[in-house]
Nanobody, 129 residues
């Protein structure tokens, strides 16, 4: 229904910053939400952040609070994840996922984790120490 492409991953030193992008295309309309997840080798998928296109409501996982900032360009249908004060433990493949909803972003994350929505292919983020 909707296609997502992540970009912006790369190598950054600890303490540095990196901004990821999630571009949506295809059958996408207003009132959707996009969440960011990450998965490191040997670890379970972790919810990072989420934003609603309709009202800009945001969610941040514990690991992202105070360091990451999510934003959306509704015209371009791009969601950004600005990551600051990066740590080696932030190293992972970062995925974005979308679902049509007006619900709160924290609930959206649960829905996405349950297997609903459309997912991108991911972008690698590596933080060196």
């Amino acid at each position: 229904e909707v296609q997502l492409v992540e970009s912006g991953g790369g190598l950054v030193q600890a303490g540095g910053s990196l901004t990821l992008s999630c571009a949506a295309s295809g059958s996408i309309f207003d009132d959707y939400a996009i969440g960011w997840f990450r998965q490191a080798p040997g670890k379970e998928r972790e919810g990072v952040s989420c934003i609603s296109s309709s009202d800009g409501r945001k969610y941040y996982g514990d690991s992202a609070k105070g360091r990451f900032r999510i934003s959306i360009d509704n015209a371009k249908k791009i969601v950004y994840l600005e990551m600051n004060s990066l740590k080696p433990e932030d190293t992972a493949v970062y995925y974005c996922a979308a679902v049509y909803t007006r619900g709160p972003p924290d609930q959206v994350m649960d829905v996405l984790k349950d297997g609903y929505g459309s997912w991108g292919q991911g972008t690698q983020v590596t933080v060196s120490s």
